[in-house]
């Protein structure tokens, strides 16, 4: 008995040291030793030549399971790798240097299931991939030009492929459309080109559930026979060149799509979203018909759908045609809606307040350029919890705004109702809307002062437009509540009064502009807007000098004070504004000379000093600014700008995998927000207003209507990309450069009502582009530039007030003076100014003698002047006309 239960204690002890020895057995237990060393060597690749990535992948002891290492999974039975999540590791600073993988290094992991690669700049993947038990493979976001070669003996468990976002060029690949056993393939954005197969190809791929070839090239018909694969449910076809009769019996036989996108393609014809009813999976569709001549019809004939979309977007169709551009009626059945856009549709009708009331989540609602109508009202009953984005500009509501939309729409993230003919008073109750970020009520009638209510709560403000209604008042002291504006346009409105000294609080702001209203008084001395980029405050009635604090702005790029009364000389600060694109003190009250530092501003495209009260000389230095020159130009978009900040994202999330969309938690995002910048100047003797990708194009410079004297610099005539140039109402003199042939680009040139002096250049002419010239009432003298080219456009106002020009446009002809100026196409200019001359002086010296020979014939009838008289007289008149022959 005892010997016994020895063996059995001597079995147990056998059996738990087996087990330990089992445990710290990392060859057994752990992954296997080959898979590791191809880890460390894949770690290698990754981090060629000196980066970082991966760095819990070690290989220190012998020990060490790699299947406890980030981005790694293994089976929990075998301990072999099924599965590298290697997505975005190579580093970012290594984004330049090119780099490939061969992808046989994968072959040891025999039972690798996940293989995700994307996002790490790969340039190439050589050989035929050949891992028997993949189910996984994802390549996008590299940098691929082909795609990788496939075995398909070995690849017939391969479910999900993905290379999108590469730069995969050339026809869809015969090694793709072979992998039959696919259920998701995702080509898109890349540079695929070519129609799709009529038969075969796509269509032999009947698993397919997932099917993206959006953002490439292909053209043609779509496939007919795409209706094999029934399976389908979500399709991504925008963005190519497909073309031809819309197919719509196609997506009537795929009833199981939930997601259809057909945005930006080419197709013609119609399309009736009735062949849709009974697709009762359909939960997202969009469309946008930029490119398309397609006709949307929802009315013929009236359905009901099964369906319960979530998401519907349609962007620049024509929807509706026989039906009065009727809104799709279906929607009354929708219950279930997050996202509604429908915008640039011209859909008519009273605004569709039932659409907010049917969908209590909603959370994004965009109705822009429509005819939607007033009356504008809103459920007061039930607030819309999840609703942050509402935009209804571009619209006919011509109503009040509804008092109570701050309470309804609590959690608003952005409210943009601008270009609706809104009316009444600003409403208070936005000021309930303690999210808002963006607000845009700009373009409409809107009047009032602006509410007390609206100044407290609004923390998270980053965007506030009210420009073009019809507000009033003093702007209040709380805007410096909303410390976190980026932009503010107050613009063309009545404001009026001085600027609150929390102005200064806006240490964010990028874009400012106060335009158009009836402020006064003297800009507070205390700004200090580090950020800020845009500046407009023109036609106010501001006064004293820029305060120097302004200074703290170098990233300014444009700065406009036009027509105020700003005084003092030109601000020394000026100089700081290095990046400066545009600068603009017409009609204003500055004095003083032009200082040199102004010469400093290189990048200046658009400057303006017209009607004050500036002195002295043009600095020849002004041809180092580059007026619009490109190459010497950095940033050159300041037609279309964008402000951008960071807001509470919208919470709106779709989920891939199973056809959702849901509301999210709460996060973060970047927004920019583009608009058009507007400028005015004069040029062609019209004042315009330049904005968008004009006013990049545009560059000119005006000193006209001041004190200026001296002589126009030789220098100016570099100023070879300016279009316009206007240094006309002062007391210029000298003649006009030679050098202004060199304006290649000038357009307009105006030079007139100054006392310049001597002829006008004949190399003018060669001026092809110039259409406005002006050098009326100065003192040149000669011909006129022959008639020709641009030239021959020029009537005699441009020339006028000169009494010793001649030449056409001019009455005055030159060649009645002197017969033997027979062609001025074969003398030189200066031989026939000479010409004039001395007929001018022969005709008048012949004038004189007679007038003088009269004088003296009556003094010789007068004998009692004769005698003393005579010799004197006779020594004058020697002396007169041998001073006017010399």
Sequence with gaps: MAHSMREQAWCVTATITFILLLGFNGESEGCLKEEREVLMKLKEAFNYPNGHSLPSWNNLTTFSDCCTWESVQCDNSTHRVISLHLSYTRAEELEHIKWSLNASSFLPFQQLQRLYLDGNNLSGLSSDIRLANLEELVLGENKLTEVPSFDISHSRNLKHLSLAANFIEGSLPESIMSLTSLIGLSLGDNNLTGSLPQQGGLCNMKNLTYLDLSSNKFDGQLPTCLSNLTSLRKLFLSSNHFGGTFPSSLFQTLRSLAYISLSDDYFNGSFSISLLANHSNLKIFTIFCDNADLKIETESPPFIPSFQLMYFNIYN????????????????????????????????????????????????????????????????????????????????????????????????????????????????????????????????????????????????????????????????????????????????????????????????????????????????????????????????????????????????????????????????????????????????????????????????????????????????????????????????????????????????????????????????????????????????????????????????????????????????????????????????????????????????????????????????????????????????????????????????????????????????????????IAGRNKQPHHLEVDDFRDAFLWSFTGASGVFFLSVIAILYLNPYVCNYKLLLLERVIIGYLYEWWQ
């Excluded at 702007?475 to 600027?499: C, D, E, R």
């Excluded at 030239?791 to 030159?814: A, I």
């Design 317 to 820: 169709c024509t929807l509706n045609e026989a039906n009065n551009n009727k809104l799709p009626t279906f929607l009354l059945h929708q219950y279930d809606l997050l996202f509604l856009s429908l915008r640039h549709l011209n859909i008519s009708g009273t605004f569709p307040s039932w659409l907010l009331t049917n969908n209590t989540q909603l959370n994004y609602f965009n109705l822009t350029h429509n005819l939607f109508a007033g009356p504008f009202e809103l459920n007061s009953t039930s607030k819309l919890l999840q609703m942050e984005s509402f935009d209804i500009s571009s619209n006919r509501i011509g109503d009040e705004v509804p008092p109570h939309i701050g309470f309804l729409f609590p959690n608003l993230i952005s409210l943009v109702m601008s270009s609706t003919s809104l009316r009444g008073c600003f409403p208070a109750s936005i000021g309930e809307m303690r999210q808002l970020n963006d607000l845009d009520l700009s373009n409409n009638n809107l009047s009032g002062y602006l509410p007390q209510e609206f100044g407290h709560g609004h923390n998270e403000l980053r965007m506030l437009d009210v420009s073009s209604n019809q507000l009033f008042g003093e702007i209040p002291s709380w805007i410096g509540n909303f410390q976190h504006l980026s932009y503010l346009i107050l613009s063309k409105n009545s404001f009026t009064g001085s600027l609150p000294k929390t102005f200064c609080n806006l240490t964010e702001l990028t874009y400012l502009d106060l335009s158009q209203n009836k402020f006064s008084s003297s800009l507070p001395r205390c700004m200090n807007m580090p950020l800020l980029k845009y500046l407009h405050l023109q036609s106010n009635h501001f006064m004293g000098p820029l305060p120097s604090t302004l200074v703290n702005s170098p990233l300014l790029l444009t700065l406009d004070v036009m027509n105020n009364n700003f005084s003092g000389e030109i601000p020394r600060l000026l100089s700081s504004f290095l990046n400066l694109r545009v600068l603009i003190f017409k009609k204003n009250k500055l004095e003083g000379f032009i200082p040199d530092n102004l010469c400093e501003l290189k990048k200046i495209s658009l400057l303006d000093f017209s009607q004050n009260k500036l002195s002295g000389k043009i600095p020849y230095c002004l041809k180092n600014i580059t007026f619009g020159r490109r190459d010497a130009i950095e940033e050159t978009n300041i037609g279309r700008f964008g402000v951008s900040w960071t807001t509470r994202a919208l919470r709106l999330i779709i989920h891939s995998d199973n056809n959702e969309i849901s509301i999210g938690p709460s996060g973060k995002q970047d927004i920019t927000l583009y608009r058009d910048q507007e400028v005015g100047f004069t040029s062609k003797r019209r004042h315009e207003t330049y904005q968008g990708s004009i006013l990049d194009l545009m560059s000119g410079m005006d000193f006209s209507e001041n004190q200026l004297t001296g002589e126009i610099p030789s220098q100016i005539g570099a100023l070879s990309d300016i279009h316009a140039l206007n240094l006309s109402n002062n007391h210029l003199e000298g003649p006009i450069p030679e050098s202004f042939f060199g304006l290649k680009h000038i357009e307009s040139l105006d030079l007139s009502h100054n006392k310049l002096t001597g002829h006008i250049p004949t190399q003018l002419s060669q001026l092809c582009t110039l259409s406005v010239f002006f050098v009326a009432h100065n003192n040149l003298s000669g011909m006129t530039p022959d008639m020709k080219n641009q030239f021959s456009t020029f009537d005699s106002s441009s020339y006028e007030g000169n009494p010793f020009l001649c030449g056409p446009p001019l009455q005055r002809n030159c060649s009645s003076i002197d017969k033997s």
